[in-house]
């Protein structure tokens, strides 16, 4: 079983995921190769039907029959592209590692004579093309199918769009976290008029190698509509265009984080980067150690493409160091570059008392500096986790949960955003101002389990940062940072994760 969306009700149509077709299919799991869409009698004899809320309450079940298999051209191409094999990208609970990753592009089409309306037509829509990294969506879906529909039907979950790929937005990743069952539920996006179905779930629980990445996979539905437009016509059925739509990106202090993130490739390795000059870089040390010649690749806008430019190392804290910092000189300055607002204070009651550096000269904040952050606020991070270089920076929402502070001074950000390998380096930024708040360092991996927990993770908070970077771009000296290598024992207790000596941490 799985979710699936009324999208019109006259005729009624529900679109849903192929998948749990796939134990009925005659030529088996070979079937998924197909480039054309399947017909009923690709199947198996099986009885359908759908489960809906009935208007007094309770659940009201109604047949339904198959109308086709289609798969999603673009989708199917923007998987391959995005997701490529060789990082091993599996798809559902772990347990099920060995589901059929073909059936992935594929969506059923199904008619429900049942929920014809008169006066019915088709839900609300919206093309993927129009959205932007950051937006808000919402998912809706019935986690575990029918396991339990009397408690989860039409069950919502809020996250943000992370990543976009393919030929207008076909593939979409969302930080919205959607269980298994709800693959075919809908994602929406808020519009003065009302939420409007922008995309399908695909897959739910996403796994990269090892290490789960915690995303839920969506397909536009504009790209569904076009890739079933011939099945529909055959059964008669005209779909309206999808109507024009600009989506409304929330505001945040006229910052766009995106600007100011950029892919640090380093030999085989690469990570994040927070661009805070025209040719002044940070980033983790752990991106850069290989010593090698450095690419940095700003984040491109949509449709455009960045050009790399060359780099250098002229300071990276010791191995010992517990702040894991690495800052980096570019051969040329990046053209038209806006820095960042720097948030000055995570200490509520203090404007500027963390970095006590808000001179003349110093990296100081374009606009008047916002209200302190303070944990439950609400974050992003944008960094090159998750899809990596091929796809641009991802972006993923939660709340800052916690600030750690040793003698007074905060040393220590921690965050419930989804962070994943690739994303070190990369900024963590108010939602509400887009001020930049620190720096990503790592997510938390449990030695004992083998396990990584990609939603708590550690920030250098900026007001370590700030003027030391202040005191660089007045001096040129790199022995600016020499800092960063001594500090407290309690600053190195907090970044081992240890602060008593026994038990050893397992973190």
């Not at 007094?56 to 198959?66: D, I, P, Q």
């Not at 993130?261 to 030999?267: H, K, N, Q, R, S």
Request: charged share 15%; aromatic share 6%; hydrophobic share 45%.
């Amino acid at each position: 079983s799985c979710s699936g969306l009324v999208l019109s009700r006259r005729p009624a149509l529900v679109l849903c995921h192929a998948a749990v077709f796939s134990p009925f299919l005659r030529a088996g799991p070979a079937a998924w190769e197909r480039p054309a869409a399947l017909p009923p009698a690709a199947l198996r004899p099986c009885r359908l039907g759908v489960v809906l809320g009935a208007e007094g309450g309770g659940l009201r079940e109604l047949g339904a029959r198959l109308l086709a298999l289609v798969p999603c051209a673009a989708f199917r191409r923007a998987l391959e592209r995005g997701l490529g094999r060789a990082e091993r990208w599996r798809f559902g609970a772990e347990e099920e590692a060995g589901s059929e990753p073909r059936a992935l592009p594929w969506f059923a089409w199904l008619r429900v004579p049942a929920l014809d309306a008169p006066e019915g037509g088709w839900a609300a829509r919206a093309s993927a093309a129009c959205l932007r990294k950051g937006q808000a969506l919402l998912a809706c879906g019935s986690p575990f199918g029918d396991l339990c529909p009397e408690l989860f039907l039409n069950t919502l979950s809020r996250g943000v769009v992370s990543n976009l790929a393919g030929e207008e937005n076909a593939l979409v990743l969302t930080d919205a976290r959607c269980l298994p069952g709800t693959e075919g539920g809908a994602a929406f996006v808020p519009s003065p008029a009302g939420p409007r179905v922008v995309a399908v779930i695909a897959a739910s629980f996403c796994w990269k190698g090892a290490e789960w990445v915690g995303l839920t996979l969506l397909c536009s539905l504009a790209a569904i509509l076009r890739s079933s437009a011939a099945v529909l016509a055959e059964a008669g059925i005209a779909v309206p265009p999808v109507p024009a739509w600009v989506a409304a990106v929330p505001a945040s202090g006229g910052q766009d984080p995106l600007g100011w993130t950029a892919l640090v490739e380093c030999g085989a390795t690469w990570g994040s980067g927070v661009l805070l000059a025209p040719r002044m870089l940070l980033t983790c040390r752990h991106v850069v150690e290989a010593r090698t010649p450095l690419r940095v690749k700003p984040a491109a806008g949509p449709g455009q493409n960045a050009a790399a430019l060359g780099g250098r190392v002229v300071f990276a804290t010791e191995e010992s160091s517990p702040f894991d910092v690495a800052v980096v000189e570019l051969e040329e300055s990046m053209p038209g570059f806006v820095p960042p607002c720097l948030a000055d204070t995570f200490l509520p009651g203090k404007r500027g008392g963390d970095t006590g550096c808000w001179c003349r000269g110093c990296l100081a904040p374009l606009h008047p500096p916002s209200a302190c952050p303070i944990p439950g606020e609400e974050v992003s991070v944008v960094g090159f986790g998750a899809l990596g270089p091929a796809c641009g920076p991802s972006v993923t929402a939660g709340i800052l949960s916690a600030v750690v502070a040793v003698a007074g001074r905060p040393v220590m950000l921690q965050t419930t955003c989804a962070v994943h390998g690739g994303s070190s380096g990369g900024p963590l930024v108010s939602s509400r101002s887009g001020s930049l708040m620190g720096i990503v360092t790592s997510n938390t991996r449990d030695t004992g389990a083998g396990a990584t927990y990609p939603h708590l993770n550690f920030c250098i908070p900026i007001t370590v940062l700030q003027p030391l970077v202040a005191r660089y771009r007045r001096t040129g000296d790199p022995e600016a940072f020499a800092g960063l290598n001594r500090v407290a024992e309690g600053v190195r207790a907090t970044w081992q994760l240890q602060q008593r000596p026994e038990p050893s941490s397992k973190l």
